[in-house]
């Protein structure tokens, strides 16, 4: 079985300081892990993705997560926060090896909180 | 490219009523289709996937069911609603192979 928890429900940083969302997994084989952003009644969108190649995973908008096995972590950051990035975040985990068809497996989510 | 849609965007409907939310995808073939819901402070649940016409497999029981009647079309149904079956419901699609999933507009479905 996998699971994923996200630490913290919302978050809030200032705009231009450090945005850092924490995500932790739990997988029986090596895991493919995902973050996805939402805006307010919209569907998800892919921030970036990791899938055993490079541990550091850079995506859109300037975001970047680090795959770190010893610790099963997989924490979203990004240098500058933007007002544009108050969003709710998702993190996601799959240990299919490429080919299965089951759903991802979600953690809560984190509402990140831009102040002015 | 490939495009996914939902419809209807929202919806509003008694307790006791059945449901029909439908789901396409565009520019691509074979797709794995899925069906989510989210609910307030719960995180996105996997409802059911299907890895071909005719083929679906669900993760949770419920009165909710669900159709591929082609090959990019993905009905989700219930003959009779419920008051915890409100959220939003999203549908997504991934390429077989590929473990990345693409979300479609989603659906927000109020039960009253």
């Known amino acids: 079985a996998q699971s994923v928890t996200q630490l913290g429900s919302h978050v809030s940083v200032s705009e231009g300081a450090l945005v850092l969302l924490r995500c932790n997994y739990s997988s029986s084989v090596p895991p493919y892990l995902f973050w996805y952003v939402q805006y307010p009644n919209q569907g998800l969108q892919l921030l970036l993705k990791?899938?055993?190649?490079?541990?550091l995973v850079k995506g859109i908008n300037g975001f970047e997560a680090e795959f770190k096995k010893s610790e099963t972590s997989f924490h979203l950051t990004k240098p500058s926060a933007h007002m544009s990035d108050a969003a709710e975040y998702f993190c996601a985990v799959s240990s299919n090896s490429g080919g299965g068809a089951d759903g991802l497996t979600f953690g809560k989510g984190t509402h990140l909180i831009i102040q002015p | 490219s490939q495009t996914i849609h939902q419809w209807p965007a929202t919806l509003v409907q008694p307790v006791g009523s059945p449901l029909s939310l439908e789901c396409t995808v565009e520019g691509t073939s074979n797709p794995n289709l899925y069906w989510y819901r989210q609910a307030a402070g719960r995180g996105l649940q996997l409802l059911f996937y299907?890895?071909?016409?005719?083929?679906i497999s669900s993760e949770v029981p419920q009165n909710l069911s669900a159709s591929r009647p082609q090959d990019r079309q993905f009905i989700l149904s219930s003959k009779k609603l419920l008051l915890s079956d409100s959220g939003f419901y999203l549908c997504a699609w991934s390429v077989v192979g590929y473990n990345e999933q693409f979300f479609g507009p989603g659906t927000r479905l109020t039960v009253l």
């Open positions: 990791y899938t055993s190649a490079a541990t």
């Open positions: 299907s890895v071909g016409i005719g083929q």
